[in-house]
Every structure is written in structure tokens, then in C-alpha cells.
């Protein structure tokens, strides 16, 4: 979905580039919804709900998620940069990060995760040049023809075909998880038949390597001057991991130093929420059920009715 301009991104079969998806939806709406509050980072922002968020923000103010498939720090200055370039208000935002996040130094060119051409400043051309040729290779074109033919999901098809249909807001880009419905059929059920995706933890403390060196400063560093342009209120989240590994000390205190001890919130390690595997749909993403004890935590306040 990618050669002409669309409305609404909810109504395909395939995985879609979400970079792509967000940033045309921002555009779609925009001038209608004045969005003001922005949800950044890799696939845990599914956890922030914008409507959540909003209930701590100034009345009025509007949010959207933008995220993409295994984001990069470079990727979430792009695209920072590409809403300054087109006078977008940038009054709050929410950066969602972890570690895989912090040590990601390149852009990724792969068709579901490069940015579009007013986020990256490639050409159209190159554009739509990695999406043709991500769209006939042979596991994607075989998946595709497959699925449209049979419309039965088959295991080899995983991170090409979506078979669970409306997986995201269509004006917001929140997540709407396929595995909160099968929780709340299940309830407790659902951890027992999902046990396999769950390895099983010592709860012994244990601190990840250093992610951020010189060139990671400097991203977070062009990040902070954006912001200050803007006077934008930044919040760092870094996200609670099922692993408990805690966050580096070293680049905690980095990030602590750029963005202020009171705009960055460290959740990982062993804690009451990572102990818990009722906030986990698996072992790498949590869910908004947490989120949403993440933000009162941020705000220290409960949130508006």
C-alpha cells in the first residue's frame, strides 16, 4: 500500500511498513485532528494507548502513535526532524525504548521497516524500488498468492501475511492486539496454553551491556535540541522486559544527563512488573493493562476522568 495514497491502512492482508503507515496517516488527519502528542519507538509503544496518554496531557491535546518493526534511534530522529520539517506542534512526546532500540546504530532498509521519503530523504524512486522487489521475492509473492487464494494462514508465512485483520486505529495508529480477545476468553487459560513463549527465570538481578557510545549521544543529543525548539515535554520509557535484565547503569546515566533525571523512567530489572507474566502477551512485548501503571507512575497522578 504504497503506489498511490490511501485513506485508511486497515484493510490488508499483508504486513504493512507501520513507518509508512503511521506517517500518511499523520498526514491524512492532521489537519482535522491537531495532533500535538507523539508515541515513539519500536513495537512495545502497543502497550500506550494515545486516549491513556492524553488523560495526562493538557486538555485538547491530541496524540499519535509512530512506530515501526524493530525501530532504530536514528529512525526515531528522523522522524522527529521530518514533523519539524512540516511545522508539525510537537508539545509532548513519548519515547518508548529498550535496549534493542539503544543499539541499533543503522537505518533498515527492509521493505516493512524502511522510512518513507519525507522521513528519510531517499527518493520516491528508491521507495518504491524496495517495496517492488520486496514484493517479488519468493517467500513474500508465494505467501501472498497463497493466502489469496486459500485464505488459510500457514506457519511460513509469518511477518508477511496478517491474518487477524483490523490490527491498528485507523486515525490514532494504537495497536489493537489480536491476543487481548483471546485473554479475555481465556483468562487465566491463555498463559497455560501460551506457556512455551514464556522461558522460565532465575530472578537473579542481571545488568544488560553499554549500548551508548559516541554516535548514539550524538542522535540522542539532535533529539534533545529538537525538543528544546519545540519546548516539548519528553518522556523516556524504558520498557519493562520479561528477561529482568536491567537497563545499563552507564547509559542510564547518560540518558538521565541529556534528557533530566524527571523525564526518564527506568522499568526494567526484577520488579513488580516484570514478576507478574499477566502483564506479558509473550516474552518480548507487555500489555496496556501495564501501560496504563506505567503512565500513572510517569505522571504521578492519577488520570483524568
Not at 522521513?119 to 520516491?124: L, Q, R
Request: charged share 25%; proline share 4%; aromatic share 12%.
Amino acid at each position: 500500500m504504497v503506489l498511490r495514497h490511501y485513506t485508511r491502512f486497515d484493510n490488508s492482508c499483508l504486513v504493512l511498513n507501520e513507518h509508512n503507515v503511521g506517517w500518511e496517516t499523520y498526514l491524512n488527519n492532521r489537519d482535522s485532528i491537531h495532533f500535538n502528542s507523539f508515541i515513539l519507538g519500536n513495537s512495545c509503544t502497543m502497550a500506550f494507548k494515545c486516549s491513556d496518554w492524553e488523560k495526562y496531557l493538557d486538555k485538547g491535546d491530541r496524540a499519535i502513535r509512530l512506530y515501526g518493526f524493530a525501530e532504530r534511534l536514528p529512525s526515531v530522529y528522523k522522524e522527529l526532524k521530518a514533523l519539524d520539517v512540516n511545522h508539525a506542534v510537537i508539545k509532548n512526546v513519548l519515547l518508548v525504548a529498550d535496549n534493542d532500540l539503544m543499539r541499533r546504530k543503522l537505518l533498515n532498509e527492509s521493505a516493512t521497516s524502511v522510512l518513507p521519503p519525507a522521513e528519510s530523504g531517499m527518493s520516491k524512486l528508491e521507495f518504491q524500488m524496495c517495496s517492488i522487489q520486496s514484493f517479488f521475492t519468493p517467500n513474500f509473492l508465494i505467501s501472498y498468492c497463497d493466502y489469496s487464494l486459500f485464505h488459510h494462514y500457514r506457519r511460513y508465512m509469518k511477518g508477511i501475511i496478517n491474518p487477524y485483520g483490523v490490527i491498528r486505529n485507523p486515525i490514532t495508529c494504537d495497536a489493537i492486539n489480536p491476543r487481548e480477545k483471546e485473554i479475555a476468553l481465556k483468562h487465566e487459560q491463555y498463559w497455560i496454553d501460551h506457556k512455551s513463549e514464556f522461558f522460565k527465570r532465575d530472578n537473579k538481578p542481571r545488568e544488560t551491556e553499554r549500548n551508548i557510545y559516541d554516535v548514539e549521544i550524538r542522535i540522542l543529543l539532535n533529539i534533545k535540541k529538537l525538543c528544546l525548539k519545540h519546548h516539548t515535554n519528553i518522556k523516556v520509557v524504558i520498557s519493562p522486559d520479561y528477561d529482568q535484565e536491567t537497563f545499563n547503569h552507564k547509559d542510564m546515566q547518560i540518558l538521565r544527563k541529556i534528557f533530566g533525571s524527571e523525564n526518564v523512567f527506568d522499568f526494567t530489572g526484577v520488579n513488580e512488573y516484570t514478576n507478574d507474566v499477566h502483564n506479558f502477551y509473550e516474552s518480548t512485548h507487555y500489555r496496556p493493562a501495564l501501560g496504563k501503571k506505567l503512565l500513572q507512575k510517569i505522571y504521578k497522578y492519577p488520570a483524568k476522568i
